[in-house]
């Protein structure tokens, strides 16, 4: 039982660590993440109109994009889908802002980019340098929305689960020596 005890503790004490070294002195540990490739849509301005139209503009690249990340068996694939498709993520943007009556543009470009820390359901993504679509509505001076292209955490359908190794070692320790 002694032995349990203390190696529970070892475990607390180094997920502990983990865990504030990632916020050590009030500042997130800035990261370089390859594994992820991001979309960021930004808006005109905060005004309603700029707004809604780029709610409206980041769903169709989702539904754009989807099918292309969804035949990709690796990032590279992905990246290289995504990067072949700058020109008609902007072509669809812009139909809409001119569908709206818009009288900006778009401008998209794939380029690595400081993203702050986010959580996704069950999976954070630490604050870092992501490649990522960027995709400026106008000025883009307004509030942004932002997502994972690849692995597709923001086009799920609800059939990928993402898994944590730590938290299936925990569950697993929970469920081998009671709750």
Same mark, same amino acid.
């Given at each position: ?18 865990? *504030? ?50 035949? *990709? ?46 959580? +996704? ?5 630490? *604050?870092?340098? +992501? ?18 292209? +690849?692995?597709?955490? *923001? ?25």
């Amino acid at each position: 039982m002694k032995k349990i005890c203390i190696t529970l503790a070892t475990i607390f004490i180094i997920l502990l660590t983990a865990g *504030c070294d990632a916020l050590a002195f009030g500042t997130e540990k800035e990261e370089r993440t390859e594994e992820y490739i991001r979309i960021h849509v930004r808006a005109n301005s905060d005004d309603e109109k700029d707004q809604s139209v780029k709610y409206e503009i980041k769903d169709a690249i989702v539904s754009a994009l989807t099918p292309l990340v969804a035949k *990709c068996k690796s990032r590279e694939d992905a990246f290289d889908a995504i990067k072949k498709s700058e020109k008609l993520i902007e072509e669809t943007a812009d139909k809409i802002l001119a569908e709206r009556g818009f009288s900006y543009t778009s401008a998209v470009k794939v380029e690595n980019e400081k993203f702050p820390t986010r959580v +996704y359901d069950d999976v954070t993504l630490p *604050c870092g340098y +992501y490649d990522a679509v960027i995709v400026e509505l106008g000025k883009a001076e307004g509030k942004n929305w932002w997502c994972v292209v +690849y692995p597709p955490l *923001c086009f799920t359908n609800g059939d990928v689960k993402y898994k944590s190794k730590i938290a299936e070692i925990i569950k697993e320790f929970k469920d081998k020596f009671g709750k």
